[in-house]
Every structure is written in C-alpha cells, then in structure tokens.
C-alpha cells in the first residue's frame, strides 16, 4: 500500500509505539492503541511508525515488537495516514541465510501489505552491508528510509561520507541521523545537516532524544535547516529520556502557522492514557540522563538502572561514569554489572580487621524504620551488654557515642557523608582504593579503617584487609567486616527487608545466605522486623 500523493513538508513521523515500546516490551493494551491511533488521525498525523517489524526473539515481546501485517490488518489504521515500521540492520545481517532473505522472511509484496515504508535503523559500522536490505525492501515496493544511529560527535567527514554511501545504494527516500545518546544541541543539529547534504541529495529526517531537554529544540533547529521529516511521540514516550512530543511538535507547528495540525486532539490521550504511563514508567529528562548524554553513554543503561529499585543514586552516578570512561555508547547488560563493580578495585585495604571483634557480639545497626522506632532499647542493650556496634552508613537518630565505627563502601555516599563523620569523630570503615577524587583529604587517615572491597558477580569471599561481594552494597561490605574481625555473632537491627514480590528482598536473602557459606558460619540473629530469612530474636528479650 503507497500513498497517493507527496507529503506535504515538514512530515511529523510519530513513532511512539515504536520508540515507547522500550518501555513495556512493545506490549500495550489494544484500547489504548485504539484511542492513540484515533487521537493521531484527528490531530492530523499524516505518517504512523506502528512498531518494529522483528525477527523472532528468545523473549517475551508484545504486538508492536513484531507489527505483522497480520495484527496491522486488524487494526483500526486511520485511513489518511501512511503507516510504517522500523528494521534493525543488526538482526538481519546475523540471520543465518543471509540480509535478504531474511527481509524475506519478515515482508511480502508492499501492494498487499496495510505498511507502505520501511525504516532500517543502522549503526555507521553496519551502513557498507545494509545495501541489499534496502534494495530488496525498494524491490518488495516500499518506501525506504535508512536511521543513522548514534550520529552525534561524528565528524563532518564522516557524515557526509555515510551519506554519500546510502545515496549510492539508489535505493532509500530519506536519511535520517538520530541523536540517539541524546547528546545534541541546536548548534550540532545545523552543523550536521549541512555535513550530511554534502552526500545526500534527498530529504532529511532527524529523530531526537531529551537527555538534555533539546529534543523539541534540535526539532525545530532542523526544520528550520530545511529537514522534511521530523519524529515525535506522545507524551515523549521513548527509550530513556524520551522524545519531541507530538503534542509540543504540532503546537509549534501550528503556532508558525501550519494549519494541517489540530494538536487539541491529541490532548485526552495525553491526559490520559500516556499520563498514567509516564507515571509507572518514568520517562523524562532528568539529573541522571542529562550527566548520561554528557558522558555519551547509552540511555538504556539509565533506564534499566532506574527501572530496578536496588540502584540507588550512588550507583546510578557511579556506573555512569564509569561507562563514560570506557565503550558506553551500545548497551549490553554484562557491561552494566561491570561499570557499577568498576569503582570497587581492590580486595585489600591497608588496615586488618582481624580479631577486631574476636569472640564479641557485633550489632549492625542500619537507618530503617525498625531501627528508629526501637531505638532507646536498642541504645539500652549496647550500655548494657557493650556490643561492638557498626552503623551501616548513617543512623542520625542513634547516639554516635554508642557507635564504634560507621561502615561506608560507595564513593559518592562517602562523599556526602565526609563531612557528617568528621563531625562525628568516629572510625569510619571504607574501601579507600574506592574513594573518588579529594576524598583523603576530607577524612583523616587516622579516622578510617581501610578494609578493601572488590564486586565480582557470584562471588563472596572475606579477608582480613578486605572482602569481594557479589554486590557493590554496604551490608555485605559490613558483615564481612565483622566475620574478618572474628565475631561471635551478629546482630541485625533496622534491617526491615522488602515486601516478597520486591527483587530487592530475593537479592538480599540470597547475599545473606552466601554470607553463611563465606563467613564459616557466623551467626545472624534479627533483633527488630524483619521479612528476610534469617534467624529471628527480639531486642526486647532479657537474656539477648
């Protein structure tokens, strides 16, 4: 199916099934298709990407993954728009047959077919074997446009030579760069127009991402620049920070006076449907996908960090400049683990712990509600029965006179707490080779206790100058400090736990039973709530 007549310029592609569907496994509710695809129709949308057109996956994947013309023909399509799905070189360059025949495999004859173009979305190291796809894929009938992925900081020369090889080709309609780190700004997108017509005589597409809150602004930079195709979605639904909003896109456009747009259509849906998934899903500019764009890692690594609770910001902060300082810019998740583990280097620091707490009672006392509301009886028990007590990070409602040392293994947190323990005047117990820049100078040498930490995924071992944790967490790093030191048992307050469907609460279970096999068997006891599988008692019980 083509469409009938040249679209008018600019052309709005609003891709948000497409792009959104990073989000939920492409697997939206049939009603809410419905309603975008009506609200898209009225506002004026003259082209629809449905989703990604997918070779199969060893995962669950919902209707948009694969967008066959099968679901497509049972949709209510609107029947002025052209509707179009996305390829990726990367799936059909590793098909066992071969590009085309894979091509093949996922497309008939564009004259049966309710898709009338075909995006293929390739990386510049992919471009010199995508020519047959897109001479197939002319050859099937459709439109074709190739998506120049990760197309910010290439230089001129490189622009303009990809652009000169997808013209060669004789195949494609339009070129699209996409800001796919979410790096650019106005200034770039102009710079790279003009870098791209030095090869490419056809129309230009671009397609933003709002790390740094420019997508709408880089949008409008290239129509101004004369880009005929421009992307959007509603709400800005998209891979990490999202994209140009549809609505915002189309209120600019009317405002310059294009009155092909009826943008208030679109508003129920907007209100609606995509306000309630923006708030279980989280898409948005923010603190950590803006440091991401400027250190060109991958949106995708924030997203899935964000998306998994265990993460705190520390961690978020951490990994990310981490992957800044390697290859960030394609995900993968071995390389997630690896950025968050990479601030943690060495297994030994320079201090022993070895019979710090031999045959004595050490009491881990962490922040939690538990902890807080108990505290005068907990307070009364350490006069009482003098355990060496180790506060993981900080307790601000318990006495730090009671406190023999504070237990602190993320940089960042060290950082924000340097000074909370200088004024303390406690014993700090920290991986120093994990300190970030200036932190020696914050705290004396005398007030730490360099006992070393590594992260290696599966593993937990402990020494006596140090421990390697399957996680980069401070009640792993504390217990190991207590079993090196030789305690007798330990004691949990405020070690409250996750409801049982929280992945939190399996990852904790599962480093405290590792705890028992590393540590010989030390004893865990809870003293207040807890959900978490360990042996339970009571800070109230006489004898404790």
């Known amino acids: 199916m083509t469409t009938a007549e040249p679209l008018a310029k600019p052309v709005v592609l609003d891709c948000t099934l497409r792009d959104g569907g990073h ?5 939206f509710d049939r009603p809410v298709v419905e309603r975008y695809l009506a609200a898209a129709s009225e506002a004026g949308v003259p082209v629809i990407e449905i989703g990604f057109r997918s070779m199969p996956q060893e995962q669950f994947l919902g209707a948009y993954a694969y967008s066959s013309d099968a679901v497509l023909e049972d949709l209510p399509l609107p029947a002025g728009a052209e509707i179009v799905v996305m390829v990726n070189a990367s799936e059909l360059l590793a098909h066992d047959g071969g590009p085309v025949a894979a091509v093949d495999m996922l497309f008939r004859s564009a004259e049966v077919s309710p898709v009338s173009r075909v995006r293929l979305a390739a990386h510049f190291d992919e471009l010199a074997a995508c020519g047959d796809i897109a001479r197939r894929l002319k050859d099937l009938g459709y439109g074709v446009a190739v998506n120049l992925m990760q197309a910010t900081g290439r230089s001129d020369d490189a622009l303009a030579e990809a652009a000169a090889q997808v013209a060669d080709w004789d195949a494609a309609d339009v070129l699209y760069f996409a800001d796919s780190l979410g790096t650019m700004t106005p200034d770039d997108t102009r710079r ?21 809150g420019q997508a709408l602004a880089n949008s409008l930079a290239a129509i101004d620049e004369g880009v005929a ?4 979605t509603v709400l800005g639904m998209g891979r990490g920070a999202g994209n140009t909003p549809t609505e915002y896109l189309l209120l600019e456009l009317a405002r310059r006076g294009d009155n092909r747009f009826r943008p208030d259509a679109l508003f129920s849906v907007v209100a609606g449907d995509f306000a309630g998934l923006r708030e279980q899903y989280r898409w948005g500019c923010n603190l950590f996908y803006y440091l991401s764009a400027m250190e060109g890692v991958h949106p995708t690594y924030v997203q899935q960090m964000l998306a998994h609770e265990r993460y705190g910001s520390e961690d978020i902060v951490a990994a990310i400049r981490a992957l800044g300082e390697g290859h960030g810019g394609r995900y993968s998740g071995a390389s997630l683990h690896g950025a968050v583990a990479r601030a943690y280097t060495s297994a030994d620091g320079a201090w022993s712990a070895d019979g710090w707490a031999r045959r004595r009672t050490v009491l881990l006392l962490a922040a939690a509600p538990g902890a807080e509301r108990h505290r005068d009886v907990i307070a009364g028990y350490v006069q009482r029965a003098g355990p060496i007590v180790v506060c993981l990070n900080h307790a601000p409602f318990f006495p730090p006179e009671l406190v023999d040392a504070y237990a602190c293994c993320h940089p960042t947190r060290l950082l924000t707490l340097a000074e909370t323990y200088r004024q303390l005047g406690r014993p700090v117990i920290a991986p120093m080779a994990a300190t970030v820049d200036g932190m020696r100078d914050l705290l ?20 006596p100058h140090g421990c390697t944790v399957p996680e980069p967490l401070v009640v792993p790093y504390a217990l190991s400090v207590a079993a090196a030191a030789g305690a007798e048992r330990i004691l949990l307050a405020g070690f409250d736990g996750y409801q049982a ?12 039973t590792m705890f028992g096999t590393a540590s010989g068997g030390v004893p865990l006891m809870a003293v207040t ?3 978490y599988a360990v042996p339970q008692g009571s800070i109230y019980m006489p004898d404790l």
């Open 23 to 27: 989000y939920n496994a492409w697997d």
């Open 192 to 212: 790279m127009v003009a870098a791209l017509r030095r090869g490419w005589p056809g129309d230009l597409g671009i397609h933003t991402h709002d790390n740094r």
């Open 229 to 232: 195709w421009v992307d959007s």
């Open 444 to 463: 004396s040498e005398d007030s730490v206790l360099d006992y070393g930490m590594a992260v290696e995924h599966g593993t937990f071992h402990i020494g």
């Open 501 to 512: 469907d929280d992945p939190r609460h399996r990852e904790m279970n599962d480093l405290l």
């Open 529 to 531: 709530p807890t959900t």
